[in-house]
């Protein structure tokens, strides 16, 4: 049944291993100290977790330049602690998607080590070679301002390898039926360990033609389908979440025109504009995003987000968007990152703001689509700017006030703890946050578990209710018989406001405060005034509290149309 997607209506929260918790005292996470750890996140409620890389690694680039895809790199662990580890997760209905990093591997695999070897290896043609320097090597570099060239000259090979990110991480040419085919070996050993799913990196480089003489890639959307029939054979409700920062009018050929693709993607248009909301007070542009982004398949879903491991990639916003966005969350240089982006985490984008910070997630989690958590940002961890590039919002996570914010008893943690400042861990940890009822990690517990009370926006249609006011956001959900709304402020002032439901009858009369007890009821017209506060938000479910009394079985406006007919 299609009510059987558990990717629908859920929440997926993001960690790495290392930054977790150390268990073993050498200051590196391990699996150990994650399942250690679980019951906090049993208690957060969330119904899955996303692994980033703890494969084998060199370690350049934070575990995405992995050495071997059927190992768990020895400072984590070993394969036993992370069956122990999925096997905890299933005892607390958790599920656990991991990072599927297979445009490139580390230039210490042993795939490449042979590749450079020999023209007649056996995996010489897994990589992309070419006899001379390209043309086109001083282009579509992933990291301007820090990466030189997208070619670099291999002696031992004495080639020229291609290599979309960093010149350790050569790319695999995903063409090839022989690379093709290990992709779906590696996919299937972990499905066999327990996991759930995979978050699939850099997905348009993946099924992107590649070589000296490509001059303009060409996606094989086929490859995605390949990919998701495999999964389903091996794991009928296993899910591929795509990392596809791409175009609108591109997004259905990710998905497939009949759900027969990528179960889900990162919805990137709508988290830049979502920033540009937040920076200026005006609505309408995310309003827009929404809108575009609205045609799926019914089987299909977005993710939403706010921070992950990256920076905040602005690309498509335009420049004077851009420029609102770094004006208000990133205006030194130290800031920002490749020219297009962020490299903070939310609490000091938003200045500690506790409202706006609600705000934001309020915003995130009644967004269409399914809510992505990156660990810390439960309780409003910083940044520190003095660390390179990307690690200055991947600092370990900090949960009590003692040393190193008892994420680890070794002198030297993989990376420093916070420990100045407002977000010093003195000051944000998990230990004392749940001792305060008003603490944003209870907060953030509270709304994780209304979000699941409200399966109308993981699953319904949605409509853009207009107020005639630019600060103010009004989205009506509806699913199966059963309506909620959803009024946000994006503005630094009180905001006066009148709208109607849109929905005919008595039925959007009474409007009932899931979050609070000050509901609101239609004057004869039939329209509804709030006064809401600055950056305030309302979570409304439409009618009475019986809701469930009037929820039918079928959804019948899917079964007479396809979602992605909108």
């Not at 960690?15 to 391990?30: C, E, Q």
């Not at 915003?363 to 690690?391: A, C, I, K």
């Not at 993989?414 to 946050?433: I, R, S, T």
Request: aromatic share 12%; charged share 25%.
């Amino acid at each position: 049944m299609i009510d059987d997607l558990w990717y629908k209506n859920s929440v997926i929260y993001c960690l790495s291993v290392s930054t977790f918790m150390d268990a073993n005292g050498d200051g590196i996470g391990d699996f150990k100290g994650l399942l250690r750890r679980l019951d906090y996140l049993h208690g957060l409620g969330i119904s899955a977790i996303w692994l980033m890389p703890f494969q084998p690694s060199p370690g350049k680039d934070d575990g995405y330049d992995i050495s071997d895809y059927y190992g768990v790199d020895p400072r984590y662990g070993t394969l036993g602690d992370f069956v122990e580890f999925t096997h905890g997760c299933k005892q607390r209905g958790i599920r656990v998607i991991i990072d599927l990093v297979v445009n490139h591997t580390s230039n210490e695999h042993a795939w490449f080590k042979s590749a450079r070897s020999a023209k007649d290896s056996p995996h010489r043609d897994w990589y992309v070679w070419a006899d001379k320097k390209p043309a086109n090597a001083d282009k579509g570099m992933v990291f301007p301002g820090v990466q030189k060239s997208t070619w670099t000259h291999d002696k031992e090979a004495g080639a020229w390898y291609f290599h979309r990110f960093y010149d350790f991480q050569p790319d695999l040419n995903t063409s090839s039926p022989l690379v093709q085919a290990e992709i779906l070996k590696i996919m299937g050993f972990w499905i066999q360990l327990g996991v759930s799913g995979f978050r699939m990196d850099a997905v348009p480089f993946v099924i992107a033609t590649k070589g000296a003489k490509v001059k303009k890639p060409i996606e094989q959307y086929d490859m995605l389908r390949a990919f998701r029939e495999f999964l389903q054979w091996r794991e009928g409700d296993a899910i591929i979440l795509a990392e596809a920062n791409v175009l609108p009018e591109t997004d259905m050929e990710y998905f497939g025109r009949d759900g027969d693709r990528m179960q889900m993607m990162f919805n990137f248009h709508v988290n830049q504009h979502l920033f540009y909301a937040l920076a200026s007070g005006d609505v309408r542009p995310l309003a827009a995003a929404l809108s575009v982004t609205k045609p799926r398949p019914a089987t299909a879903q977005w993710g939403l987000f706010l921070r992950n491991h990256d920076e905040l990639d602005l690309g498509r916003l335009t420049k004077p968007q851009r420029n609102a966005v770094f004006e208000a969350f990133g205006p030194h240089k130290d800031m920002q990152l490749y020219d297009r982006g962020i490299r903070r985490r939310l609490a000091p984008m938003l200045g500690g703001d506790r409202r706006r910070l609600e705000l934001a997630y309020s915003l995130m989690f009644t967004l269409p689509g399914t809510p992505v958590v990156r660990y810390g940002d439960e309780l409003g961890m910083g940044d520190d700017l003095s660390l390179p590039e990307r690690n200055c919002a991947r600092t370990p996570m900090q949960w009590s006030s003692e040393p190193h914010g008892g994420f680890t008893k070794g002198d030297k943690p993989c990376l420093p703890v916070m420990d100045k400042g407002p977000y010093g861990y003195e000051h944000v940890n998990a230990a004392k946050q749940r001792r305060d009822a008003n603490s944003m990690l209870n907060w953030t517990e509270r709304i994780i578990r209304m979000r699941k009370e409200v399966p109308e926006v993981g699953w319904g249609d949605f409509k853009i209710i207009t107020t005639r006011d630019p600060s103010i956001l009004v989205i009506r959900y509806d699913w199966r018989n059963n309506s909620v709304l959803f009024v946000h402020n994006l503005e630094q002032r009180p905001r006066e406001i009148s709208f109607g439901t849109g929905l005919p009858g008595e039925a959007g009369k009474q409007l009932i405060n899931l979050l609070a007890d000050d509901h609101s009821h239609a004057d004869g017209r039939g329209r509804h005034k709030l006064v809401i506060e600055p950056y305030g938000y309302r979570w409304y479910r439409v009618g009475g509290l019986d809701y469930l009394l009037k929820r039918s079985d079928t959804d019948h406006q899917t079964m007479k149309r396809p979602r992605h007919s909108a």
